[in-house]
């Protein structure tokens, strides 16, 4: 009888982002979702600022940012801490405040407040597969914010560019049919108003 070893198939996994909350309500409720948050799909900040979510193996992960330039052919590491571990959390560990935004009159109504916050110990430790996936997803959502807010400041000072630019052709315009019809157009600053010192001497 043979005692060769039957091929195993591959695991294949695949990574799923943080669901959107409905208008932002993580709570159930009337005309709501109809379902309560998971852990996973809160997508929370430090007061740092760095992104922070639940999961079931790590418990509070913490995502520090990447080292390494995947450009450059290096292997991207990425910086993460967690309370996996409670014991050696507290002993080694960092405080962090974990920040969930409450942007729902629902939420804020149940839960009585505008932000949820909550203190946690952390400590530097590898995460579990999915976490790791969290990471890459959470930083190329930041890398995207950034290009938008460059996009809407680029856009804005374009705006500005041709709204001074439609002021100053409507006041060349302005002034050419004020000439057309024989009207003096007013002195354009206090100094032409009144003269400068030199021209006021001379009149003297």
Not at 30 to 35: N, T
Not at 158 to 184: C, F, P, T, W, Y
């Amino acid at each position: 009888m043979s005692t060769g070893m039957g091929a195993h198939e591959m695991e294949i996994r695949i990574f799923t982002p943080p669901r959107p909350m409905l208008n932002g309500c993580i709570l159930p409720g009337p005309e709501r979702q109809l379902e309560g948050f998971q852990g996973r799909d809160v997508r929370a900040r430090t007061e740092q600022g760095r992104p922070a979510w639940w999961c079931k193996v790590d418990r509070v992960v913490v995502f520090d940012g990447v080292e390494g330039d995947d450009e450059g052919g290096q292997v991207l590491k990425y910086k993460t801490r967690s309370s996996k571990g409670l014991s050696i959390a507290r002993r080694r560990g960092d405080s962090e405040v974990v920040i969930i935004p409450l942007d729902c009159a629902h939420c804020q109504e149940m839960l009585n407040r505008q932000e949820w916050k909550y203190d946690v110990q952390v400590c530097k430790r590898s995460v579990c597969w999915e976490c790791r996936e969290r990471c890459m997803w959470e930083d190329k959502q930041e890398i995207e914010q950034g290009i938008e807010g460059k996009s809407e400041l680029a856009n804005m000072e374009k705006n500005r560019e041709r709204a001074d630019s439609v002021l100053a052709d409507e006041q060349a315009r302005d002034e050419e049919l004020m000439r057309k019809l024989g009207i003096e157009t007013g002195p354009k600053s206090p100094i032409q108003a009144v003269g400068g010192i030199e021209e006021r001497l001379e009149a003297k």
